[in-house]
Antibody, heavy 122, light 108 residues
């Protein structure tokens, strides 16, 4: 059974930093791209970042480029997000999501974690 | 960036009704379109991938169609557990994915 468990969210002041993680199990982690998708309170879904299975390639939404860094440790089956220069508008539930269809081009998110809440506030 | 526009933003329907939700892309995305269902306080769940592929375990009352810029999600006979918010998601080209704003499906 595929499981994705996020941890490390919390309250941080504007301009601060936070790192959170997603522990994966139930599949060959290194074979799949992984992503972060966020949802601000009462709002819709926003794609944040994707990293390839090997970790060699990473992609970011313009809203976080230069401030957030996605990474992975395939020896630990864990995905990470390092967030710097945080803004109030980064407040959201952050979901990690397993990618499927990377090789075919028909990319989709077939499994999601339960989400971790990041609150940016003074 | 590719913009995704869903309609309607909200919809009231009854159990047993047939429902259609549409999603329009600002440029052609071929068939790189997915649909998700989200219930309050829960993570999204993949329903349809590649515009018309039914995700494993999803009931056959859900179906998707379309290509290019116009897509639809159909639910053939609404069940009580289908009342939720639905999102389209485009995955065309180099990852710069975008979602529609969501369609909230409520009980009439």
């Amino acid at each position: 059974e595929v499981q994705l468990v996020e941890s490390g969210g919390g309250l941080v002041q504007p301009g601060g930093s936070l790192r959170f993680s997603c522990a994966a199990s139930g599949f060959t982690f290194s074979s799949f791209a992984m992503s972060w998708v966020r949802q601000a309170p009462g709002k819709g879904l926003e794609w944040v970042s994707t990293i390839s299975g090997s970790g060699a390639s990473a992609y970011y939404a313009d809203s976080v480029k230069g401030r957030f860094t996605i990474s992975r440790d395939n020896s630990k089956d864990t995905l990470y997000m390092q967030m710097n220069s945080l803004r109030v508008e980064d407040t959201a539930v952050y979901y990690c999501a397993k990618g499927e269809g990377w090789n075919s081009g028909y990319r989709r998110f077939d499994y999601w974690g339960q989400g971790t809440l990041v609150t940016v506030s003074s | 960036d590719i913009q995704m526009t869903q309609s309607p933003s909200s919809l009231s329907a009854s159990v047993g009704d047939r429902v259609t939700i549409t999603c329009r892309a600002s440029q052609s995305i071929r068939s790189y379109l997915n649909w998700y269902q989200q219930k309050p306080g829960k993570a999204p769940k993949l329903l349809i991938y590649a515009a018309s592929g039914l995700q494993s375990g999803v009931p056959s009352r859900f179906s998707g169609s379309g290509s290019g810029t116009d897509f639809t999600l159909n639910i053939s006979s609404l069940q009580p557990e289908d009342f939720a918010t639905y999102y389209c998601h485009q995955s065309h080209g180099s990852p710069q994915d975008t979602f529609g704003q969501g369609t909230k499906l409520e009980i009439k």
